[in-house]
């Protein structure tokens, strides 16, 4: 593991079922991967978050998905289709991965990496109010 881990997102995920664990460990390299500066958080009291400049994205498992809540007010481009709920949200959009279901890992990470950038920028408020 090249990043350093925070021991409350292991003990969000190693609570999870099999199938929700391993969605949120590739998502979590996946974050890891886009930007070496990521943080990883717990908030919200059990929450998993990466920030960097601000939030990126947080994991959220439910009864038959994992959400993975990107924060990117809805500025950033999705030309892959990947967004699955929030698409009017002024804050944050919504990425759901259910069992067996692939991750397109590329068009995630272009989104990760977007949003990095805009936070790096000022933020997606910032960056909105200039558009």
């Known amino acids: ?16 079922p099999d199938w929700q664990r391993d969605i949120c460990r590739e998502v979590r390299e996946l974050v890891h991967a886009a930007d070496p500066e990521v943080v990883e958080t717990i908030k919200r009291t059990v929450q998993p978050y990466f920030v960097l400049q601000g939030n990126i994205c947080a994991l959220l498992a439910a009864k038959d998905h994992v ?38 890992a590329p068009a995630l990470t272009a989104m990760l990496r977007q949003i990095i950038a805009n936070n790096r920028a000022g933020g997606w408020r910032k960056l909105k109010r200039d558009l």
């Not at 959400?67 to 990947?82: K, M, R, S, T």
């Not at 002024?90 to 397109?104: G, L």
Request: hydrophobic share 35%; no cysteine; glycine share 6%.
């Open 1 to 16: 593991m090249p990043y350093e881990i925070d021991p409350r997102v292991d003990t969000y995920i190693d609570a999870l």
């Open 67 to 104: 959400n993975v809540f990107l924060y990117d007010g809805g500025i950033v481009p999705d030309p892959e289709h990947i967004i699955t709920a929030g698409h009017d949200n002024k804050t944050a959009r919504t990425v759901a991965f259910r069992r067996d279901e692939p991750i397109n």
